[in-house]
């Protein structure tokens, strides 16, 4: 069945960092420091990408050639949807060079663009968690620091906050927050973390590389993939996802097909082995994700 919906995961999917290839590809700078060239050692091939800047994890790169195939894939009446963690500032910083989507999501779901513009009738559906507070923004500026926000994500956040011990980040987040637990104390981990939730029946977290991010239940990757497919009366077994990690598997199990662009994290390699609709791809790298939306393309020639 040829998908009628493409959604994609931002970091590890559609761009990359240095720690993640420097093992097999070289970056060489360009005369204009918005782009450079990745050298993949073995193969001796080139790719050029342009540099996206981050707040707190080093620049990324995107491939050109992903750009193009993701506007061909859209040339097709797909739609393409973008669903990251990123926190707002980052997502918008970044926003201009990523490839152009029909939808956008950042914070975990927590926050939504159609057609670029933002819709946050989709954040008030969860006012009673994040707190009513004009979202139509991209920065919201009235929005008090996490410490006086209401919503029950924010009390969970001071509960935390209170008890010591927890790493919290909430900087330029508005729909979620972020625990770091190897800043943690030893006992602050991720059960610790899981028993508290469980008197939260309102809040959700995902895991992953050693961090945890907590938001409403109504949120998440998932959900926010099952509101486009509403919207666009798709089905699930329509879908595509792309993705890399712990915090995108609920999406990947969710749609059709599942294609991971050279995964290295041994337990969504575990979960591919469970999930026999899903691909992961020969290459890594901004190779690999070329070669996972070229299997798209594939899909619906």
């Known amino acids: 069945m040829k998908p009628k919906i493409v959604f994609s995961d931002v970091d590890g999917t559609l761009v990359h960092y240095e720690k993640d290839f420097s093992n097999f590809a070289r970056i060489e700078a360009s005369d204009d420091p918005k782009y450079v060239t990745l050298h993949y050692i073995h193969t001796n091939e080139f790719f050029n990408c342009a540099v996206l800047p981050s707040l707190t994890g080093g620049n990324a790169y995107l491939s050109l050639k992903t750009i193009d195939l993701v506007q061909k894939i859209r040339e097709y009446g797909v739609k393409f949807v973008i669903i990251t963690g990123a926190r707002s500032t980052t997502f918008f910083q970044r926003r201009p060079i990523l490839p152009r989507a029909d939808y956008e999501f950042m914070e975990n779901g927590g926050r939504m663009l159609i057609n670029g513009k933002i819709y946050s009738s989709w954040t008030e559906s969860f006012v009673e968690q994040v707190g009513k507070y ?16 209401d919503g029950e994500l924010w009390e969970f956040y001071r509960e935390l906050s209170a008890e010591g011990g927890w790493y919290l ?133």
């Open 169 to 301: 980040d909430a900087r330029d987040y508005y729909t979620d927050f972020r625990v770091d637990f190897k800043k943690s104390d030893v006992n602050r981990d991720e059960d610790a973390l899981r028993r508290k939730l469980q008197k939260r029946s309102n809040l959700a977290c995902t895991l992953n590389l050693g961090k945890a991010d907590v938001y409403p239940i109504s949120s998440g990757k998932a959900n926010a993939a099952r509101f486009v497919l509403d919207i666009e009366k798709a089905s699930a077994h329509e879908s595509v996802a792309m993705f890399d990690d712990d915090n995108d598997i609920e999406l990947g199990e969710l749609c059709g097909t599942g294609i991971l662009p050279g995964v290295t994290h041994s337990s969504v390699i575990q979960a591919a082995q469970r999930n026999p609709h899903w691909t992961i791809t020969s290459s890594k790298g901004v190779k690999g994700t070329e070669e996972a939306l070229e299997s798209i393309l594939a899909m619906l020639k």
């Open 134 to 149: 004009d979202y139509s923004q991209a920065i919201p500026a009235d929005i008090p620091i996490p410490e006086s926000r």
